[in-house]
């Protein structure tokens, strides 16, 4: 199970973490990841960490403005994002798998998502 926090309300130029917390075999020897959802659009990739935390991957529209990171022992993984935009307002989910991809259909587990409203 998944459990993602830390979504709210923010205005743009501020910065926000969100907290994916995980719980039996998802986040065992997991590697996890974000992706966001804006209304109206299609689930686009944010960042992924492999289980050691030793590889991170991107996506372009967010890339240099969030860090992934992770703390195994605490089963948790953070997305620290900085500089929001409004066009960064959408739904956040933390998903699990088994390798740090960048498209979300390997993906085995998902959680609840968390909301993130930038105003501008």
């Known amino acids: 199970q998944l459990q993602a926090s830390g979504g709210g309300l923010v205005q743009a130029g501020d910065s926000l973490r969100l907290s994916c917390a995980a719980s039996?075999?998802?986040?065992?020897?997991?590697?996890m990841a974000w992706f966001r959802q804006a209304p109206g659009k299609e689930r686009e990739f944010v960042a992924a960490?492999?289980?050691?935390?030793?590889?991170?991957n991107y996506g372009g529209s967010v890339n240099g403005r969030v860090t992934i990171s992770r703390d195994n022992a605490k089963n948790t993984v953070y997305l620290q994002m900085n500089s929001l935009k409004s066009e960064d307002t959408a739904v956040y989910y933390c998903a699990a798998g088994r390798y740090p991809y960048t498209n979300q259909a390997p993906y085995t587990y998902w959680g609840q998502g968390t909301q993130v409203t930038v105003s501008s």
């Open positions: 039996g075999r998802t986040g065992s020897s997991s590697a």
């Open positions: 960490i492999s289980w050691s935390g030793a590889t991170t």
